[in-house]
C-alpha cells in the first residue's frame, strides 16, 4: 500500500553520493520532491532524473528540495550522478527499508531481480506531509512532471 496525499511522510535518514546522513526531517519548512527510481544507468531512470535536472532552477526558486532514491549502492548512484551531473541529492535506499514504508518496491522486478524501487514520485509539504503521490506500476512510464510542478507551485 503505497502513501497517500494527506498522510505524515515517513521519516528517514539515508546515505548520500558523498556518504553523509541525509533526513527528511532536514528539509522541514521546505517542500520535496521525492523521485524513486528502479536502477541507476537504465534508459528510463536516467529520462526521469535529467527531466528533474534541467527543472531544478524552477523547484529551486520556489523553495523545493528535490531527492533521487534507489536500491542502488551509494557508489553506483555517486557515478550516475557525476556522469549526468545532477544538482540535487541521490540517497541509496540499500536496504529497502524507506521504498518500502512509501510503498513504491517491487517484489520482483525484470530478470528476476527482487526488491526494487517503483518508479514514484512524492511531494512533501513544508509540514512533512504529503501532497502528492505517483506509484508506477509500469517502470517504462514516468512521472506526471507538470502535476509535480503544479502541486509544488
Known amino acids: 500500500m ?16 558523498t556518504l553523509k546522513q541525509v533526513s527528511l526531517a532536514d528539509f522541514k519548512g ?11 544507468f537504465t534508459g528510463v531512470c536516467t529520462t526521469q532524473l535529467c527531466t528533474m535536472r534541467d ?8 523553495n523545493a ?9 551509494p557508489f553506483t548512484l555517486a557515478k550516475f550522478k557525476e556522469e549526468n551531473n ?3 541529492d541521490l540517497l541509496s535506499d540499500f536496504n529497502k527499508e524507506v521504498s518500502s514504508a512509501f510503498g513504491a518496491l517491487y517484489e520482483e522486478f525484470v530478470l528476476g531481480l527482487k526488491g526494487v524501487s ?11 506531509d504529503v501532497i502528492y503521490a505517483e ?8 512521472p506526471d512532471f507538470a502535476a509535480i510542478a503544479e502541486i509544488v507551485k
Open 118 to 128: 517503483k518508479r514514484a514520485a512524492f511531494v512533501i509539504d513544508e509540514n512533512q
Open 55 to 62: 527543472s531544478f532552477g524552477y523547484y529551486d526558486g520556489l
Open 135 to 142: 506509484v508506477l506500476e509500469d517502470a517504462g512510464n514516468l
Open 2 to 17: 503505497s502513501v497517500k496525499p494527506g498522510q505524515a511522510a515517513p521519516q528517514f535518514s539515508l546515505l548520500s553520493t
Open 86 to 88: 545532477y544538482q540535487f
Open 65 to 73: 528540495t528535490i531527492l533521487g532514491i534507489s536500491v542502488d549502492s
Open 30 to 40: 521546505k517542500k520535496v520532491v521525492i523521485h524513486f527510481f528502479p536502477l541507476a
